[in-house]
């Protein structure tokens, strides 16, 4: 078994309550009855996580394997998050295919992997009808994150798809595209919802209260009206090399290191404006970003002090 699926098993695990331990390791199926009754779970949890690993690593577990274990886990915890739905809707005289599950498998995954090189895609299918979709997301250089998934719950022949929030928003309308391969695909206002179960009201009182500081702070600080535009700003580093570490050949080096930042839209004090309301950034964004229109200049030398 890989040890980067190993690392994922054992982070899923220790996120589990133990008193739910037995009970998502049995829906789980991966490790037989025979294997589960090997292990002592009045044990300390890092025993018991140990040899649970060991037991994985027996069967030699794929990152499939520890992915359908965090789904198991997330249908477990479902009313912990917070779910945006998608309404589907065919198009004038269409008539309404019959769903072929296996189909439908594929051609998510296959959509999805042409889009983005580097993606994982896990399902896994409940008695109601339902699947349950993971996606971790990766980027054209760096292979999937699988710690931030974006979790989709779709039921079949119905006209909803459930997307968990993700601060990963530039995904989404790739998602979007990728349920058109069999309906038309239209997002209805952003809400919380639970799948069919009782919401916990702390939850989305939290959500809408760091929602509304987003929108607090974005506007205190480039206001409510139109930004002037502009194309790019840029931005010059220069720096002593620092560490503590005697005889480095940087450290013995007496010019500065220098780098050059570039940032670059067609209307780029908007794009700053909308990161934070969007989930890509946090707030409130960097003074060296913000400063922007106060210094009425787009060009920065940065020095150490």
Known sequence: MDETVAEFIKRTILKIPMNELTTILKAWDFLSENQLQTVNFRQRKESVVQHLIRLCEEKRASLNDAALLDIIYTQFHQHQKVWDVFQMSKGPGEDVDLFDMKQFKNSFKKILQRALKNVTVSFRETE????????????????????????????????YAFKSSSTLRRNTPLLGQTF???????????????????????????????KERVQRITQETFGDYSQPQLEFAQYK????????????????????????IKFSSPHLLEALKSLAPAGIADAPLSPLLTCIPNKRKNYFKIRDK
């Open 128 to 159: 109601e009808n339902a699947v349950w979709i993971r996606i971790a997301w990766g980027t054209q250089y760096t292979k999937p994150n699988q710690y931030k998934p974006t979790y989709v719950v779709y039921y079949s022949q119905t006209p």
């Open 180 to 210: 058109e391969t069999h309906n038309s695909t239209t997002p209805l206002q952003e809400r919380s919802l639970g799948l069919d179960i009782n919401m916990d009201s702390r939850i989305i009182h939290e959500n809408i209260v760091e």
């Open 237 to 260: 580093l220069e720096t002593k090399f620092k560490s503590d570490l005697n005889g480095s050949i940087l450290a013995e080096r007496e010019e500065p290191l220098r780098c050059l």
